[in-house]
């Protein structure tokens, strides 16, 4: 099966973070919301029209799957003659909003978890540098970049989030981790000359380790076995592989056996059609001379 990340089938581990308790909070409003309105006599979609928000918004909302808004809060708490109840809780979803921002957005929680206990790591970058390589640079440029805008809180809380998931390279004993990048991604000069450059060093860093392998599916291949989008694959001590596929701000865990076969075999034939690692190592080292 395919299995939204967060959801039922994958154990948040969000007990460190506080994301758990922010879920049941969550919930609980939503069942909150729910008795008022059937209390009312009203529908949800009877409910959203008055309130200017969509049926499948307001089932969302109700069934814990969605952030119940502070403005949603108090239009609701107004529309149904709450008393107060849920408006008053406006402030705490504020709170519990900001705290499942610390360090990783929500559609992305699951994951550092997954590669912090992955034994074997592959990824396959064919439209940004998978973020183990990203320098701080690099990193913020992507921040910075991204849209709708980043406030500069979140921003700085996301490239600390993301730099220390870098120690996974190093640590003892290492996980076997393998990057295939296209090489028009590392053409792309993010952040500018400077930062640019910065990022190749850091590539001819991280290449030589020891547990580390890295290609480059260069930009004249004719045959190529994934046109498909970027995809990692992961595989926990002790327990079968998994995928992990991220397009958009929307994430989804691959635990179907059969699936994850294909995206291995698919990986396979990347590696196998993408330059050597040595071969790799002297084009970045071609790149970096010409910046």
Known sequence: MVAQAGGSGVPTGGEADGTDEVADLFRALGRQIKVARVRAGMSQKELGDRLGYGEETTSSVERGRRTPQPELLVAVDELLECGGLLAAAAEDVERARARRRVRHPEWFRDYPRLELEAVELHYYG????????????????????????????????????????????????????????????????????????????????????????????????????????PFTLLTPKAKPQVGYLEVQNVSRLVTDAEEVRILAARYGSIRAQALTPRESLALIERLLGDR
């Open 126 to 229: 064919a439209l940004s540098l998978p973020g183990l390589l990203q320098t701080e640079g690099h990193a913020r440029a992507v921040f910075t970049a991204r849209s709708p805008l980043l406030d500069e809180e979140t921003i700085e809380q996301r490239l600390t989030a993301r730099l220390a998931r870098r120690e996974i390279l190093t640590r003892w004993p290492p996980p076997l981790v393998t990057f295939t990048v296209e090489e028009s991604v590392l053409q792309r000069p993010i952040g500018g000359r400077d930062v640019h450059r910065e990022q190749l060093k850091r590539l001819l860093e991280v290449a030589p380790l020891r547990n580390v392998e890295l290609q480059v599916m260069p930009t004249d291949q004719p045959d190529h076995p994934s046109l498909g989008g």
